[in-house]
């Protein structure tokens, strides 16, 4: 069974600029959440899909969205990027929403903000 | 903002030997706790989900407790060798409406031949 993909694996913006990171979950799992990684702050949570709905978002502020397709697909994007967002982003997959699923992590996407 | 520490931060320890290190969540609204095992240049694995006080949880030669009343956990590794060496992450969820998972800053753990 084909792991989560992330696209594109590394990506350079400057900052003011948009981004726009994909994720495809496990084939069957229908909850993606995202996460930001950098070095202070660990694994932060981003927001939770299921069903295309945003079920849940963590502590960060409005430039940060994202969405769900039907097909479970997820895309998140951040608008008027800043230097502090350059970061490493996790998608994780799991078959349903809520805290006790077994969660799979894509590789992640490297963004740079200069 | 939910707290999750866990210690030490980093540890080396000699091929063979066992090894252990802990996480703490708050013991209040508890409702699941994950350990994650991250090595350099791959992604997160789930090795364990734990929901009940007293768990207790074993892959092979790892192994993990619960104790939510008092709000830790520990992983265990008995005979270490050198592919273990990793970030173990805990993360604490805490059911409902919670902001999804909370995650440790993790122990990195190297192995020593």
Request: net charge positive.
């Given at each position: ?34 996460y ?15 069903s ?32 502090g967002?350059?970061?490493l ?7 349903y929403?809520?805290?006790?699923q ?13 | ?72 956990s ?10 273990d ?5 805990c ?23």
């Open positions: 069974k084909a792991g989560v993909t992330q696209t594109p694996r590394y990506l350079i913006k400057t900052r003011g600029q948009q981004v726009t990171l994909s994720c495809s979950p496990i084939s069957g799992h229908r909850s993606v959440s995202w930001q990684q950098t070095p202070g702050q660990g694994l932060q949570f981003l927001f939770e899909y299921f295309e709905t945003q079920r849940n978002k963590g502590n960060f502020p409005g430039r940060f969205s994202g969405r769900q397709f039907s097909n479970s697909r997820s895309e998140m994007n951040v608008s008027t990027l800043e230097l967002d350059s970061a982003y996790l998608c994780a997959s799991s078959l929403p809520g805290g006790r077994e969660q799979y992590f894509g590789p992640g996407t490297r963004l740079t903000v200069t | 903002i939910l707290n999750v520490e866990q210690s030490p931060q980093s540890l080396h320890v000699q091929e063979g030997d066992s090894t252990n290190f802990t996480c703490s969540f708050p013991s209040s609204n508890f409702y699941a706790l994950h350990w994650y095992r991250w090595e350099t240049a791959k992604s997160p694995e789930a090795l364990f989900v734990m929901t009940l006080n007293g768990d207790e949880k074993k892959k092979g030669r790892i192994s993990a407790t619960l104790n939510t009343k008092e709000g830790y520990y992983l265990y590794i008995k005979g270490s060798q050198p592919e060496s990793a970030t173990y992450l993360a604490f969820h805490s059911g409902g409406g919670a902001d999804g998972l909370t995650f440790g800053k993790g122990t990195h753990l190297i192995i020593q031949p």
